[in-house]
């Protein structure tokens, strides 16, 4: 069957219509808050006790908008007769989000879970100069940060988790197994002492 001429012509306007009906719902922002989804790329946060100063997230940075500076100190032996040990320390940790195009790559690619997203996303400037946040106000971001979602109960258990378990199983299965094994030993002892 053709269709009719102008059906399509009909059809929008119908929409039109309905739509010029309905009440217009504007948020009013400043006053009203938005419902952000859990996973929203605001600002991101610096954990920096977990920060080793490895460099990964500047690195793989593609707008190079991360700037750290570190130096190294010596750890003194933990044992007597150890060798000393040195370690990176975070001088300066800042990110210029006048540059950033919030990608995520930094947030991926550190290994220790030093950066995070936070939501929130109302941190404009007059002066282009205060886009760039040093690690101070970076931590204070951190306390923004939601907590991650609750796993889901079916799913299967990690693979790390499942590891950790099996070794405590089996740990204790050879302690209470060398106990029973002490226990019968001391009986037997006991036994041999009791005779004449």
């Known amino acids: 069957m053709a269709p009719i001429p102008g059906s399509g012509l009909a059809k929008g306007l119908a929409v039109t219509l309905r739509t010029m009906t309905r009440k217009t ?3 009013q922002y400043p006053e009203v808050q938005p419902e952000l989804p859990p996973r929203t790329r605001g600002v991101i946060g610096l ?6 100063v490895c460099m990964l997230c500047a690195r793989e940075c593609p707008d190079w908008c991360i700037y750290i ?4 100190e010596t750890v003194p032996a933990a044992a007597p007769g150890g060798r000393e040990r040195s370690r990176n320390v975070l001088d300066r940790f ?14 991926e690619v550190c290994p220790f879970d030093a950066l995070f997203w936070s939501p929130e ?4 400037e007059t002066d282009i100069h205060e886009l760039t946040h040093e690690r101070d106000k970076l931590r204070q971001w951190m306390w923004t940060v939601p907590e991650p979602p609750a ?3 079916r799913a ?14 089996k740990a204790a299965a050879q302690a209470a197994a060398q106990a029973a094994a002490q226990g019968t030993a001391a009986q037997d002892t006991d036994a041999r002492e009791d005779r004449p």
């Not at 299967?156 to 199983?169: G, H, L, T």
């Open 25 to 27: 719902v504007t948020a």
């Open 47 to 52: 954990f920096e006790e977990n920060c080793t």
């Open 69 to 72: 500076d570190s130096h190294k």
């Open 94 to 107: 800042a990110i210029d989000f006048s540059l950033c195009m919030y990608c995520g790559i930094c947030i």
């Open 121 to 124: 996303f109302e941190y404009a």
């Open 151 to 153: 796993l889901d109960p």
């Open 156 to 169: 299967e258990e990690p693979k790390e988790v499942a590891a950790a378990r099996k070794a405590a199983e």
